[in-house]
């Protein structure tokens, strides 16, 4: 399962890229610290999968977030973000996002829903 990190925190986003390359069945496919950037590259390689901070270095995640769910809805979408009071959260969930992750308090909770869902693909038979 490849994934892709948005994030504009070098030192955050190379932690993700730590934790995340190291969940079996998955693969860090890129990393973005901005929208444009992201939005481009995400939508050309189609990852299963965008953890994606909602204050970028360029843009906001959830420019990224409206535009993956119109263009390419299967992707899973989880927000991870130190601003994550309700109502940032209600937003995200109406724009597409599978989930939302405060950076200070669950970070931990990131690697848990990247594992669960590439056991998930994982058990998933091909269709061929």
Known sequence: M????????????????T??????GTEVAGAAAGATQAT????ASRPEMVILDLRL??????DVLRALHA??????VYMLS???????RQL??????RGFFDKTREFGRVREAVAAK???RQCKPSSS
């Not at 490849?2 to 932690?15: K, T």
């Not at 934790?19 to 079996?24: A, F, I, Q, S, T």
């Not at 263009?71 to 899973?76: G, K, R, T, V």
């Not at 995200?92 to 996002?97: E, I, K, V």
Request: proline share 7%; net charge negative; glycine share 10%.
């Open 2 to 17: 490849q994934i892709y990190i948005v994030e504009d925190s070098p030192a955050i986003r190379d932690r993700l890229m």
């Open 92 to 97: 995200a969930r109406r724009l597409g996002a």
């Open 82 to 88: 130190n601003f994550s009071a309700d109502p940032y």
């Open 19 to 24: 934790m995340l390359g190291e969940v079996p």
């Open 118 to 120: 590439a056991k998930e």
């Open 40 to 43: 481009r590259e995400i939508l």
């Open 57 to 62: 270095a360029e843009g906001g995640g959830f």
């Open 71 to 76: 263009q390419a809805p299967e992707i899973d």
